[in-house]
């Protein structure tokens, strides 16, 4: 019943900006911490940023932060990752997922996950 949709993948030019959206559905979504990962493949699974759902205190990873923001809009029941000074090695498949933790530490807190939208950065 539970569901979350990324939207807002595509092709972007190196340096040039992207938004994506994750819209949750059959969830409270205010009571749940948001997160963004991405995966290539071949390669694990990276963790990008978290949103706490309790105090709104974020995390980024090294490789994004200053770049990539993630924000929440609890009256829409959505996510956003505001990318900025996209390079080609940010080329990946998105996903957004959920967790009941305030503070997540490791992928198993989260309890749901989209299937993911593509993001390509090519000139």
């Known amino acids: 019943q539970v569901q979350l949709v990324e939207s807002g993948g595509g092709l972007v030019q190196p340096g040039g900006s992207l938004r994506l959206s994750c819209e949750a559905s059959g969830l409270r979504f205010r009571l749940y911490t948001m997160a963004w990962f991405r995966q290539v493949p071949g390669k694990e699974r990276e963790f990008l940023a978290s949103?706490?759902?309790?105090?709104?205190?974020?995390n980024y990873a090294d490789s994004v932060r200053g770049r990539f923001t993630i924000s929440r809009d609890n009256a829409k029941d959505t996510a956003y990752l505001q990318m900025d000074s996209m390079k080609p090695e940010d080329t990946a498949l998105y996903f957004c997922?959920?967790?009941?933790?305030?503070?997540?530490?490791?992928?198993?807190?989260?309890?749901?996950w989209g299937r993911g939208t593509q993001v390509t950065v090519s000139s």
């Open positions: 949103k706490s759902y309790r105090d709104g205190r974020t």
């Open positions: 997922a959920a967790s009941g933790r305030d503070r997540p530490s490791y992928s198993s807190h989260y309890s749901y």
